[in-house]
């Protein structure tokens, strides 16, 4: 089965810019994930979405971070204005159901300067 | 919410000898417990997952135990080679909730040959 797809691979943005991130789940995953992950951390989750709805949204930072998933399927999650902090990797994931069978995606690397 | 805690951050051990990587967590009703590896620059794999109804799991040079009363879980890799070099979570989650998986913070493996 084809895997979660994500894009850009790689974004360097100057601070206070906006970003945006794609991501396509796996066909028929109804959860889907946007994690953080700092060098040398792990993931943190920042948003999930069962189909279109959120299920958890308590670590986004909603001042500057947002996501959608308009129509259950692909996602996107934007951030504006991007700060310093905002450096990492962006992983997306979806799965089945939830917890269980996650697949990431290959992520975003975002250099904010 | 879950805290996973994971140690040690680093580890570096001979090649042919054993690796063991150590996790608690915080919320008694977590019941799934996944271990990814992430190699440098690539997405995070599961490997290996125990569920809360059995104490120990073994996949060939990979094993998971599990002490629910203690919240503690842990991954051992036996025979270990260059090829496990890597950085390992463990994760934590209720499979029968909504909850996604809470990361742990991650062990940075090296494996000298």
């Known amino acids: 089965e084809a895997g979660v797809a994500q894009s850009p691979r790689y974004k360097i943005i100057e601070k206070r810019q906006s970003v945006a991130f794609w991501c396509n789940p796996i066909?028929?995953?109804?959860?889907l994930y946007w994690y953080q992950q700092i060098l040398g951390q792990g993931p943190k989750l920042l948003i999930q979405f069962q189909n279109n709805g959120v299920v958890d949204d308590s670590q986004l930072p909603k001042d500057r971070f947002s996501a959608e998933r308009l129509k259950g399927v692909d996602s996107t999650l934007k951030i504006q204005p991007a700060k310093l902090e905002d450096s990492a990797v962006y992983l997306c994931?979806?799965?089945?159901?939830?917890?269980?069978?996650?697949?990431f995606g290959s992520g975003t690397r975002l250099t904010v300067v | 919410g879950e805290n996973v805690e994971q140690h040690p951050s680093t580890l570096s051990v001979q090649e042919g000898d054993s690796a063991v990587i150590k996790c608690t967590y915080s919320?008694?009703?977590?019941?799934?417990f996944p271990w990814y590896k992430q190699e440098l620059g690539k997405r995070p794999q599961l490997i290996i997952d125990i569920r809360s109804n059995v104490g120990e799991k073994k996949d060939q040079r990979i094993a998971v135990t599990l002490n629910k009363t203690a919240k503690h879980f842990s991954l051992h890799i036996t025979e270990t080679q260059p090829e496990d070099s890597a950085v390992y979570f463990c994760a934590a989650t209720t499979r029968t909730g909504r909850r996604a998986l809470t990361f742990g913070s991650g062990t940075r493996l090296q494996v000298q040959p």
């Open positions: 994931a979806s799965s089945l159901g939830t917890g269980e069978g996650y697949t």
């Open positions: 919320d008694s009703a977590s019941n799934y």
């Open positions: 066909s028929g995953h109804a959860t």
